[in-house]
């Protein structure tokens, strides 16, 4: 593993909303592993962790999509469902937009 490919882990285990702590847990790795992985160094965890590790990232950040996009829709009907002044409905549209992938 490089030193971008751990940064990228961090910013993915980052962008989860997951601690060390949860992930090592979740993928049987120790907390030190993990940071050290994060910090780049190379050998620290075979090839099988390395996968069990990416798997469960993947979850976690699909996870975290599906809430979003959730709370996206339920955005989006309440503001269908209610009248704001436009300015509050400009910050919801884009938004969702962002969210849903839409407006590009």
Avoid at 2 to 9: F, N, P, Q, S, V
Avoid at 68 to 85: M, P
Wanted: proline share 0%; charged share 35%.
């Amino acid at each position: 593993m490089t030193m971008r490919e751990g940064k990228l882990i961090k910013m993915l285990r980052d962008y989860s909303g997951l601690t060390l702590v949860e992930v090592g847990k979740e993928v049987e790795l120790s907390i030190t592993a993990l940071s050290k992985l994060e910090n780049g160094e190379r050998d620290v965890i075979g090839k099988e962790s390395r996968a069990r590790l990416l798997s469960f990232l993947h979850k976690a950040i699909e996870r975290k999509r599906q809430k979003e996009r959730e709370l996206a829709l339920k955005t989006r009907r309440i503001i269908a469902d209610c009248e704001f002044d436009t300015s509050m409905t400009a910050v919801c549209a884009a938004y969702t937009n962002a969210v849903l992938g839409e407006g590009k």
